[in-house]
């Protein structure tokens, strides 16, 4: 199946705007929290950031938003 665009120019800015944000936080948690503490803790929430970040990323490229793709309407 096929992802359909379900998302306007608008939206796939903000959604670029925040994945890069969140991914370059997760790059420099990486380096400030997660390798001097060590602890799976910090290493959990650095990767949910990355994974975060890189798949709105994706999202923002591909047009398709999976929030509006289950139902649910977003104001952007």
């Given amino acids: 199946m096929p992802l359909q665009c379900n998302i306007d120019a608008k939206g796939k800015a903000i959604r670029l705007i925040y ?3 969140l ?3 997760g790059v420099l948690l990486i380096f400030l929290w ?3 503490a060590g ?3 910090a ?3 650095t990767l949910l ?3 975060g970040g890189a798949f709105m990323i994706f999202e923002s490229r ?3 938003c999976v929030i509006r793709a289950v139902g649910f309407k ?3």
Avoid: E
Wanted: charged letters at 10%.
């Fill in 49 to 51: 950031l990355l994974i």
């Fill in 19 to 21: 994945g890069a944000v």
């Fill in 39 to 41: 602890g799976w803790f």
């Fill in 74 to 76: 977003t104001r952007v």
């Fill in 43 to 45: 290493w959990t929430v």
């Fill in 34 to 36: 997660a390798k001097p």
């Fill in 62 to 64: 591909s047009g398709w």
């Fill in 23 to 25: 991914s370059v936080v």
